[in-house]
């Protein structure tokens, strides 16, 4: 009997979690965009102003999903696991960059502005971590619509400032 390739349920979550994020993305009236070949990012969100119009800029996501949650600082944050390659390109993107960790099984995210995180915590040292990093998200990140609305209101402020 000839073993063929499988759809895994890591293949299944993984589709999960970047719909998840369609939803809310699409449920603000602002588009996802999947990218194809992931280096790093599941999706680029485009946000439009309250007339329709099309807003400069963009917000990159990339998303992680699981079927078991591990809880850090006594449940009051999640840990998700991410190449140090991954934070390298995050950190040095000009866009936000957002990293979402879809929880399967109770069809719940959460997420973290990957620059703003690892700009605010003391004493990191890309050169001198090792190929994986942990992200600590804080559990009252509740990826949802406000989120996503907070994350567009982040993305005009940082084109207000940047031009």
């Known amino acids: 009997m000839i073993v063929r390739k499988r759809?895994?349920?890591?293949?299944?979550?993984?589709?999960?979690?970047?719909?998840y994020v369609e939803r809310q993305v699409l449920l603000c009236g602002?588009?996802?965009?999947?990218?194809a070949f992931d280096y790093g990012y599941d999706l680029f969100l485009f946000t439009f102003d309250p007339s329709g119009?099309?807003?400069?800029?963009?917000?990159?996501?990339?998303?992680?999903?699981?079927?078991?949650?591990?809880k850090g600082d006594y449940g009051s944050r999640l840990t998700v696991r991410v190449s140090r390659a991954h934070v390298a390109h995050w950190v040095c993107d000009k866009w936000p960059v957002v990293l979402v960790l879809y929880d399967a099984q109770n069809d719940a995210a959460y997420w973290v502005d990957v620059k703003h995180y690892f700009n605010?915590?003391?004493?990191?040292?890309?050169?001198?971590?090792?190929?994986?990093i942990t992200v600590n998200i804080p559990r009252q990140n509740v990826f949802d619509v406000s989120a996503v609305e907070q994350l567009a209101a982040a993305k005009n402020q940082l084109m207000r400032e940047n031009g």
């Not at 759809?7 to 719909?19: F, P, Q």
């Open 30 to 35: 602002y588009t996802a965009e999947r990218i």
């Open 53 to 70: 119009q099309p807003e400069h800029g963009e917000i990159r996501v990339q998303a992680k999903a699981t079927d078991k949650v591990t």
């Open 120 to 132: 605010e915590l003391r004493g990191f040292n890309i050169f001198a971590a090792g190929q994986t």
């Open 7 to 19: 759809r895994t349920r890591e293949h299944v979550i993984a589709d999960l979690a970047v719909n």
